[in-house]
């Protein structure tokens, strides 16, 4: 009989606790109700790119996620919706179902909208904003999916390419966005870093590291020009498979000529090397690999492979950062896309005869002006290319101003080796032209 008052006493305890935990659950989501509600309320009508505007033009649940983005919902990680536990009182709940990994995996039917702009950045030093800018100019001019910059640069250049790209058309602004970067090393090692090959060249391989949000990134040198639209290019992440993360183009297609096979010191990639002048990276897939190496007995992940490889390799590496990579990619072949010879067309493929066919049956897709050919008068075929496409001005014909211009610069080239593939050099590019022409017609 004694323990009768206390089962009683009990019940009445979980009773009340149980009504406490009700009245809390409803208050939490009443309060976060009128949370959202004020948000809406809070933001002005108006046209353009505003809040209310994105609110407006993102139901369900896509809305719900942008309306909570800046309000008083803490950013956790919570991988289900648990109704026993407590969350802390600046936690909407839900939010926390919205951002379940569970939620959001590849396959829902509630994922984050697709970004369909290309990444391309550049690293630019000393006397390379004009060759960057013509490089950018010529990304622009060809795509028709939007593209973002990562432009890093020296701080006296940083100025210098907000003015240039600022000043296009507003047409063509609305094609892309950019950010401007300082140049980034480790602290400890800058000077020897910033040093390496030519100045800033290595800034490319901490662009994983700097650019931790990025999930892929083309990586382009400023002696590059597309002579096609880049989501061409950026069309091979779709065929990497599962291990690989880098796509980059051979140094030399006839091995008879190769450097890396007659002169290298270190180890390389495949027969010939890789030239890293365009690369094209999946850095999520980048950052969480275990790299294979011949410097420890452990794998290492890239931003402990880097220092200990410039450490050992020092003094037998020519080309810099290339090295680096084709030593990584020689230890780590099965995360290497390597890709035709067109997609990095350089004087060597033309200098001693031709030997990239597949740009003499399809045409050059990307010129890669190494060796400074943009500014000088080895190789005519590879400047008249540079000239045609950085005088040619934003909005006029392209086939009048710009096709016609390149055709006439080549025939007044002289006979050189690259002259007599100079048809390789235009075949993609007219037809690149005449779908922007077709594409401008249609709009008007």
Known sequence: MRCYPHAFLLCVFITLFLLLYIFHQL????????????????????????????????PGLAGLRKRFAHGRCKS????YWNPYWRLPADVCEVKCLLESPRRVKSGSSIREHRDERSHLAVV???????EAVTMLKSAVLFSKKPLHFYIFAEDDLQD???????????????????????????????????????PCASQRLFLPLILNEVDSLLYVDTDVLFLQPVEDIWAFLSLFNSSQLAAMAPEHEEPRIGWYNHFARHPYYGKTGVNSGVMLMNLTRLRKK????????????????????????KLNITWGDQDLLNIIFHHNPESLYVFPC????????????????EAEHEGVFILHGNRGVYHNDKQPTFRAVYEAI????????????LL?????LLRTTTNTYCKRVSHAFTRKLKRSIATVQRDATRKR
């Open 404 to 408: 016609q211009p390149l055709e006439t």
């Open 290 to 313: 275990d790299f294979k190496n011949d410097m420890a007995a452990v794998t290492l992940r890239w931003e402990e492979i880097l220092m200990p490889l410039l450490r050992k390799y």
């Open 27 to 58: 208050a939490s989501t009443s309060e976060c109700r009128e949370d959202r509600d004020l948000t809406e309320q809070s933001v002005p009508e108006r046209s353009g790119h505003g809040t209310a505007h994105l609110l407006r033009k993102r």
């Open 342 to 357: 067109q997609w990095n067309y350089r004087p060597d493929h033309c200098i001693y005869g031709s030997n990239c066919q």
């Open 160 to 198: 210098g390419f907000r003015n240039a790209l600022d000043s296009w058309p507003k047409t063509v602004r609305n094609k892309f966005n950019f950010t401007v970067y300082p140049i980034t090393f480790p602290k400890d090692n800058a000077k020897e870093w910033k040093m390496l090959f030519k």
């Open 124 to 130: 630019a030093c000393g006397p390379r904003l004009e």
């Open 390 to 401: 950085e005088k040619y001005p934003f909005g006029e014909d392209m086939e009048a101003s």
């Open 76 to 79: 956790m990680s919570v991988s």
